[in-house]
């Protein structure tokens, strides 16, 4: 009975990662006004998917990024401005829905790792070579 239901439960698993819900109108159609458009397309492709998080929300087949897509397309549409929904977005979302987080004291190590592990990869480097330089 037990070996059924673990049958059942792994079968049953793919069936519930999709939703029966209609997407949203703007989440694959483009907006009428071209300028309006590539503004939205510019700023949908700074924003990552929260579901596949390595690709951003103009990319992703995933439902969250269809409805990212309405509501930044619907916003555009208002007349808002790209920076104030990408603001509204980090605040409601945090700095990882965005593909360029800001430098803040908090993520210094994170922008500085790249130039610290580089700096002691030459120092290593160097230190290795003049050991075999005098030989």
Not at 4 to 16: K, N
Not at 27 to 51: G, H, S
Not at 68 to 94: C, F, H, N, Q
Request: aromatic share 8%; with cysteine; proline share 7%.
């Amino acid at each position: 009975m037990k070996r059924l239901l673990g049958f059942a439960l792994i079968f049953a698993t793919p069936a519930l990662g999709d939703t029966d819900l209609a997407q949203p109108r703007w989440a694959n159609e483009q907006l009428p006004d071209a300028r309006q458009e590539a503004q939205a397309q510019a700023l949908m492709e700074t924003l990552r998917c929260l579901v596949c998080q390595g690709q951003s929300i103009a990319d992703s087949d995933a439902d969250l990024a269809g409805s990212m897509r309405a509501m930044v397309r619907t916003r555009i549409a208002a007349g808002e401005k790209p920076s104030a929904i990408r603001d509204w977005l980090i605040a409601r979302y945090g700095n990882w829905v965005s593909f360029a987080p800001p430098v803040q004291p908090l993520t210094w190590p994170l922008w500085a790792a790249p130039i610290v592990l580089l700096l002691a990869g030459l120092w290593l480097a160097r230190a290795r070579f003049a050991g075999r330089s005098k030989r």
